[in-house]
Structures are given as structure tokens and as C-alpha cells.
T-cell receptor
Framework: DGGITQSPKYLFRKEGQNVTLSCEQN?????MYWYRQDPGQGLRLIYY???????QKGDIAEGYSVSREKKESFPLTVTSAQKNPTAFYLC?????????????FGPGTRLTVL | RKEVEQDPGPFNVPEGATVAFNCTYS??????FFWYRQDCRKEPKLLMS???SGNEDGRFTAQLNRASQYISLLIRDSKLSDSATYLC???????????FGKGTTLSVSS
């Protein structure tokens, strides 16, 4: 089955620790995205990548880092510099192109900082 | 004006009702428009793309008015399973990312 997987589903972290969230897709999509969603809020873009070995900051990149070494994978690291990391993290992918195409989402990771 | 603005609701309707959601967007250069559905504590799922000519998918109809920078979603004959949050989504000016509204919550009751 084609799709996007994220792991883990739930993640607990102590303050001051870095943590990496996994995102893998087998849809052969060029573009991948990371969003954060807080309760009652819309999705906010953290980072995005339109091609392997290239990525751009979104609206709230501070305290986060990413890599795109493979087309299928776009891991997100939440660093200790992120002041309020507890949130629902969503990864998405889309076919890249001149026109913004629809994005498809993974099931998300709920991160809680203790 | 916020980039993508929606009435948060909640909209509480009985089964079989017709309900309409509206959305306005600020960037006249946006080229792509979508409605997504998000169930509680789940990921958003694409409901439908929105085209200038309007489009229909079963009980769902989406309309786009570029001059007014306004998007709508009409749901006819509401079902209990339609209860969810509906997200209005617009592309950014560069066409490199999507901007999500905060969503409108629909609750359909029997």
C-alpha cells in the first residue's frame, strides 16, 4: 500500500533533550513538509523540502532541524532550543511542480515534554 | 486580514440538513485551493480540490470566487459521519506551500 508513515505515534521527552520524529513515504513524491498543530489551532509550517538535499524554513522553524538525504525520508529533530515543543506533529508529501498540488498526510506524532 | 479565515463554529445541525461553510483568503496570487477534513486527533484528509468553475462530489459542492477571494463548501443531506472539522486551504504566493485555515467544526446529530 502506498502512503506516509510516521513514528512513533506518541513520544514523551524530558526537557532539554533532543528528539527525532520519523517520516517515510512510498508515494514517489518529490516534496515533503512538516507541520505543527496545537489544540484549537491551524497547521503551521515548520520546514519543507521540494527535492533531495534541499529544504527551506517555514513559518516556525526556530528550534527545529531537518534533513532530506533520501527522497522517501524527511526526519524532523525537535531540539532543546524549541521552547514549547508539546504538540501534534504532522508530515505531508506532494507531487512537486509549478502549481501547488494537494498534500497527503501521515497519521502524526504526538509529542509531550514532561 | 488573516491569510485564510474561517468561521470556527461549531455548526450543530440535524441529520439531513444542508450546511454551508465559508472561507476568505488574503493573497490574490494564490492558485490552488482545497478543502480538507480532519477528525478529532487524526490527520487532515483531502476532501476535494476547488476549481474556478466550481465542482461537485456527491453531496459536497465547492465554489471559488477569485474576485472576492472567497471559497465555499456546501454539504447536502448531512450524515452523522460528516461530523468533523473542515479546513480551508490555499497555496502561498510562491506556490511552494499550503496555508491552512483553523477550521470549521461541524456536529451532525440524529
Amino acid at each position: 500500500d502506498g502512503g506516509i508513515t510516521q513514528s512513533p505515534k506518541y513520544l514523551f521527552r524530558k526537557e532539554g533533550q533532543n528528539v527525532t520524529l520519523s517520516c517515510e513515504q512510498n508515494l514517489n513524491h518529490d516534496a515533503m513538509y512538516w507541520y505543527r498543530q496545537d489544540p484549537g489551532q491551524g497547521l503551521r509550517l515548520i520546514y519543507y523540502s521540494q527535492i533531495v538535499n534541499d529544504f527551506q524554513k517555514g513559518d516556525i522553524a526556530e528550534g527545529y532541524s531537518v534533513s532530506r538525504e533520501k527522497k522517501e525520508s524527511f526526519p524532523l529533530t525537535v531540539t532543546s532550543a524549541q521552547k514549547n515543543p508539546t504538540a501534534f506533529y504532522l508530515c505531508a508529501s506532494s507531487i512537486a511542480g509549478g502549481r501547488m498540488n494537494e498534500q497527503f498526510f501521515g497519521p502524526g506524532t504526538r509529542l509531550t515534554v514532561l | 486580514r488573516k491569510e485564510v479565515e474561517q468561521d470556527p463554529g461549531p455548526f450543530n445541525v440535524p441529520e439531513g440538513a444542508t450546511v454551508a461553510f465559508n472561507c476568505t483568503y488574503s493573497n490574490s496570487a494564490s492558485q490552488s485551493f482545497f478543502w480538507y477534513r480532519q477528525d478529532c486527533r487524526k490527520e487532515p484528509k483531502l476532501l476535494m480540490s476547488v476549481y474556478s468553475s466550481g465542482n461537485e462530489d456527491g453531496r459536497f459542492t465547492a465554489q471559488l470566487n477569485r474576485a472576492s477571494q472567497y471559497i465555499s463548501l456546501l454539504i447536502r443531506d448531512s450524515k452523522l459521519s460528516d461530523s468533523a472539522t473542515y479546513l480551508c486551504v490555499v497555496s502561498n504566493q510562491a506556490g511552494t506551500a499550503l496555508i491552512f485555515g483553523k477550521g470549521t467544526t461541524l456536529s451532525v446529530s440524529s
